[in-house]
């Protein structure tokens, strides 16, 4: 009789029977800071169901500073972690087994913030400026040969004090976050000076060891899945399940922050995208096109040495929804 009552459901029923009698697949995803929105859609599909659904026992852990993600995700430390497409490329070409196979951000949103009463309001006029900022980033390399200025760079320490103090300052920073924290320090609103409006497309994304993208393709479609489904429901639905969630993670992150940060994520269209024919169906995805311009950009700097990396061996597409 439990055959035949068995027999008698739909099939669709049926497969998620099956489904559930499996054990679910462990999944370790290392991020490269600590738990904020800008991993809203991690803690969206985490908190919503979505990869469970998927088959998927999903564990994220929180980065930092000195998160090490490139090592640990290179060594089976982490199964997938989240990094830029600048540094990521930098270390492929040094021979990280690491490949990237998904956005997170479809524009990294580093970029360089000025105080609201700076005499900056163009890359033009950074010229002999101060910048505090990571001095390997390959941005500001590129700004100073495009628009031919010099800049004296200060070692970023990750606070806004120093910019606080000083109108002048320009500091290097995300959009969607110190922003926020130098008006409720007192500061006014910066202005942001974009690396996607200077032409520099650099991706967030998420990276994966070669060995573990070639022994579990299924697992990666499957995490994909689940991982832009959550990224498109955090943006347009009801963000509350992740922020409980990040607010578990992380206890410093408040209601107002977290409400400041995701509103900046979705007006700089992070997630889906700003070029003709983004949108929803964007999440997630990299442009082969795009890797070409900016591999062909770090050969120009003198940062990467020409032929030492390509798309074909930066990249996957396999993954994508």
């Known amino acids: 009789m439990k055959l035949l009552r068995l027999l008698a459901l739909p099939l669709s029923l049926l497969g998620t029977l099956h489904a559930a009698d499996k054990p679910l697949t462990p999944i370790r995803v290392q991020l490269d800071w600590i738990a904020e929105p800008e991993h809203g859609g991690f803690y969206q599909a985490q908190a919503r169901g979505y990869f469970a659904a998927e088959g998927l026992d999903v564990t994220i852990v929180p980065g930092g500073p000195n998160a090490f993600v490139m090592p640990l995700v290179a060594t089976g430390k982490a199964d997938i972690g989240q990094a830029d497409s600048t540094n990521t490329l930098l270390q492929q070409a040094e021979g990280l087994p690491v490949v990237q196979f998904g956005a997170v951000f479809q524009d990294d949103p580093s970029g360089l913030l000025v105080n609201a009463g700076s005499s900056v309001k163009t890359f033009a006029d950074l010229d002999h400026k101060t910048v505090i900022a990571r001095p390997e980033w390959a941005f500001l390399k590129f700004i100073q ?50 690396t996607w409006e200077a032409g520099f497309r650099a991706y967030a994304v998420l990276v994966t060891s070669r060995r573990f993208a070639r022994e579990h393709p299924a697992e990666l479609k499957a995490f994909m899945r689940a991982y832009t489904k959550g990224w498109r429901d955090y943006i347009e639905g009801d963000p509350a399940p992740a922020h409980a969630a990040l607010k578990k993670a992380n206890p410093n992150n408040t209601d107002d922050f977290m409400t400041f940060s995701r509103q900046q994520i979705i007006d700089n269209k992070l997630v889906t995208g700003r070029d003709a024919g983004s949108g929803p169906a964007q999440i997630g995805r990299l442009d082969p096109a795009r890797y070409a311009t900016q591999i062909k950009q770090l050969e120009e700097l003198g940062v990467l040495k020409p032929g030492k990396v390509t798309v074909a061996s930066a990249i996957t597409t396999d993954f994508q929804p």
């Open 145 to 194: 040969k495009k628009y031919g200025i010099t800049l004296s760079i200060v070692p970023q320490n990750f606070s806004v004090a120093a910019f606080l103090g000083d109108k002048e300052a320009i500091q290097q920073g995300y959009s969607i976050a110190e922003p926020y924290h130098i008006v409720k320090a007192g500061g006014k609103m910066p202005r942001f000076l974009s």
